[in-house]
């Protein structure tokens, strides 16, 4: 069995460096309803089922590279992040995205999702999934959900390049032993 994971393709929205905790959650929503640029990549051969999730971006994505059976699921949806804190004092985005990932280990809760509800979900569709034994699974999702699924398959004995965050539309192919 093998299972390729891609992450969307690269979302066509600009970023300020600096941003208020307003102007953080207000990009963050904006991301996550903002069109795609698309590359030229198709992978029908290669595949039996593609599971998808259920964002636009990912949705996008998962019908331009193949055309065969499609799943779309919210158990693939990105892992939301907000501001953890309310401020009116600009800070660089990439350190609001790390506050709010560490947030989101912690269960803290101003994020929308804990740990532990993502990697339950994450959990469940991936049991679903390694059910096709001898089928060959495309994945396409987002950077943050496609790491904790990298880490999971490692956990049971599927090999593969490793990564902190995927490349958008670039596939990482697993195999079990």
Same mark, same amino acid.
Request: net charge positive; with cysteine; proline share 2%.
């Given at each position: 069995?093998?299972?390729?994971?891609?992450?969307?393709?690269?979302?066509?929205?600009?970023?300020?460096?600096?941003?208020?905790?307003?102007?953080?959650?207000?990009?963050?929503?904006?991301?996550?309803?903002?069109?795609?640029?698309?590359?030229?990549?198709?992978?029908?051969?290669?595949?039996?089922?593609?599971?998808? !999730?259920?964002?636009?971006?990912?949705? /996008? @994505?998962? #019908?331009? &590279?193949?055309?065969?059976?499609?799943? $779309?699921? %919210?158990?693939?949806?990105?892992?939301?992040?907000?501001?953890?804190?309310?401020?009116?004092?600009?800070?660089?985005?990439?350190?609001?995205?790390?506050?709010?990932?560490?947030?989101?280990?912690?269960?803290?809760? !101003?994020?929308?999702?804990?740990?532990? /509800? @993502?990697? #339950?979900? &994450?959990?469940?569709?991936?049991?679903? $999934?390694? %059910?096709?034994?001898?089928?060959?699974?495309?994945?396409?999702?987002?950077?943050?959900?496609?790491?904790?699924?990298?880490?999971?398959?490692?956990?049971?004995?599927?090999?593969?390049?490793?990564?902190?965050?995927?490349?958008?539309?670039?596939?990482?192919?697993?195999?079990? #032993?």
């Amino acid at each position: 069995m093998r299972i390729g994971l891609i992450r969307h393709f690269k979302v066509d929205l600009k970023k300020s460096q600096f941003m208020t905790s307003k102007q953080f959650n207000e990009y963050m929503e904006k991301y996550d309803v903002s069109d795609v640029i698309p590359n030229e990549v198709v992978i029908d051969d290669e595949w039996d089922k593609c599971y998808c !999730s259920s964002i636009s971006r990912a949705i /996008t @994505t998962a #019908k331009t &590279i193949y055309h065969g059976e499609t799943i $779309i699921t %919210d158990k693939l949806v990105e892992i939301s992040s907000t501001a953890f804190m309310n401020i009116k004092i600009p800070i660089s985005y990439y350190l609001w995205a790390i506050l709010g990932r560490f947030a989101w280990i912690r269960n803290h809760r !101003s994020q929308p999702e804990g740990r532990k /509800t @993502t990697l #339950k979900r &994450i959990n469940e569709i991936l049991d679903t $999934i390694l %059910d096709d034994e001898n089928e060959n699974i495309l994945i396409v999702s987002h950077a943050g959900t496609l790491y904790e699924i990298r880490k999971i398959l490692s956990k049971r004995g599927f090999k593969g390049e490793k990564f902190l965050k995927a490349r958008n539309g670039k596939i990482y192919i697993y195999k079990n #032993k």
